[in-house]
């Protein structure tokens, strides 16, 4: 476990030099929706706690899986009011936070129930193979 976590370390430290955090953009594609908060590990501590499910959809604006995945999630918010907390995290704002939850690859969701990590989807997913994923309320 120790060599993996090395590992990740070490990629976390190559992507960093390689990809360095862009600027904000300033033109957002009709139909993307934009976060730009700039999110800590409390913040998504406290989300954990309070929300029986929580969904963190780790994307950026120059990704194009991400802006086809967004009516996906967009879908699944509306579908699902009160029963599934979904926070839109932008890679380039929390590029920090995301190396440190090991977000090296979006589009990226990650699903909480209770507090605890239930479910990592990485790239593209149909809707109902992610709400396959996703325990019922």
């Known amino acids: 476990m120790k060599i993996i976590g090395a590992i990740a370390v070490m990629l976390s430290l190559i992507i960093n030099v390689a990809y360095p955090q862009q600027s904000t953009v300033t ?7 934009v976060n730009k908060q700039a999110y800590t590990q409390d913040d998504i501590e406290k989300l954990k706690k ?4 929580l ?8 990704c194009q899986p991400c802006k086809e995945m967004a009516p996906i999630v967009d879908e699944i918010e509306k579908e699902n009011p009160g029963k ?12 920090q936070l995301a190396n440190n939850m090991y977000v090296y690859e979006i589009p990226y969701i990650q699903v909480y129930v209770d507090g605890k990590i239930w479910q990592n989807i990485v790239g593209m997913m149909p809707k109902d193979k992610i709400m396959e994923l996703i325990p019922k309320q």
């Open 55 to 62: 969904m963190l959809d780790f994307s950026a604006v120059w």
């Open 27 to 33: 033109s957002t594609p009709p139909g993307t929706q």
């Open 50 to 53: 309070d929300n029986k499910i």
């Open 84 to 95: 599934i907390k979904v926070v839109r995290i932008d890679y380039d704002v929390n590029r």
